[in-house]
């Protein structure tokens, strides 16, 4: 059996592939667009950015983002289940079921 590396930190989408997920996420605020006229303005700001940025850059970037992204998962499901004086396994099934 091949034994693989896993780096989640470790980019592996294409450009497209971030800007096809901008697009995702503009196509669901579009749907309310006076309530998201904030957010419409910041994604397409970040996609504008994605377009200009070399391929070397967006992996050191994204990396970074993916990085802290499980880090503040983490980090705010800990506070939701202090706050919420949640238990630990229903704040990691919630986790777990977000989609």
Known sequence: MKKT??????????????????????????????????????????????????DESLKAIWGEILSWTFDLLYENALAQGKDDQAEWSNVMKKIKNKK
Do not use: G, H, Y
Not at 13 to 38: A, G
């Open 5 to 54: 590396n896993f780096e989640p930190d470790k980019l592996a989408l294409t450009k497209q592939d971030i800007l096809d997920f901008c697009d995702r996420v503009l196509e669901k605020w579009s749907k309310n667009p006076t309530q998201n006229t904030n957010n419409i303005l910041a994604m397409n700001a970040v996609k504008t950015s994605v377009i200009w940025t070399d």
